[in-house]
């Protein structure tokens, strides 16, 4: 079956560690983005990428880092940075034509839960 | 002032009533439109897409968008309980290369037996 996944699907991270969130798909789509979802608030994008090898802030980068050294995963770093990291974060894929992405929908992943204990 | 506005609820209807959704937003540039929905710790799913004014419908469900007005809605007909969910619009504009996703904060709705 084709998706996303995202693992795990709880997370709990103690004060000062880092912690990487997993995302992977396999539906060829060359775009991916990671999200942010706080109770009352919209999607927030953190990072996206619309080509390997390539990515851009969103709009929360502060305290976050990616990679995208394969098409299919797009892995998310909180770092120690983050000052409020508990949240709901999806990662999400979209199909692209050329360097340009298409109006199409994009497909999420379950989501990972992040709680700083 | 925010892009997009949704009144985040809760919304809570009896079974089989209709449903009326909606969002405004401030910036003209939108082009696509559309409502996911999110079912209690998952991801949103794409429920109805709908580029630039006019409506879709797609069996109990009904998207409009008035861009004079700057409003879009979702009609949910004979609202289930499997209709229980948080409903997010999102929309998009024309802009270069990369179309970024603007998201309301989500209108969670209780359809009950």
């Known amino acids: 079956d084709g998706g996303i996944t995202q693992s795990p699907k709880y997370l709990f991270r103690k004060e000062g560690q880092n912690v990487t969130l997993s995302c992977e798909q396999n539906?060829?789509?060359?775009?991916m983005y990671w999200y942010r979802q706080d109770p009352g608030q919209g999607l927030r994008l953190i990072y996206y990428?619309?080509?390997?090898?390539?990515?851009q802030k969103g709009d929360i980068a502060e305290g976050y880092s990616v990679s995208r050294e394969k098409k299919e995963s797009f892995p998310l770093t909180v770092t120690s940075a983050q000052k409020n990291p508990t949240a709901f974060y999806l990662c999400?894929?979209?199909?692209?034509?050329?360097?340009?992405?298409?109006?199409?929908?994009?497909?999420f992943g379950p989501g990972t839960r992040l709680t700083v204990l | 002032q925010k892009e997009v506005e949704q009144d985040p609820g809760p919304l809570s209807v009896p079974e089989g009533a209709i449903v009326s959704l909606n969002c405004t937003y401030s910036n003209s540039a939108f082009q696509y439109f559309m409502w996911y929905r999110q079912y209690s710790r998952k991801g949103p799913e794409l429920l109805m897409y709908t580029y630039s004014s006019g409506n879709k419908e797609d069996g109990r469900f009904t998207a409009q968008v008035d861009k004079s007005s700057k409003y879009i809605s979702l009609f949910i007909r004979d609202s289930q309980p499997s209709d229980s969910a948080t409903y997010l619009c999102a929309m998009s504009a024309l802009t270069g290369g990369y179309n970024k996703l603007i998201f309301g904060a989500g209108t969670r709705l209780a359809v009950h037996p």
């Open positions: 999400a894929s979209q199909r692209t034509s050329g360097n340009t992405v298409l109006h199409n929908e994009q497909f």
């Open positions: 539906l060829n789509h060359d775009a």
């Open positions: 990428s619309q080509i390997v090898n390539d990515f």
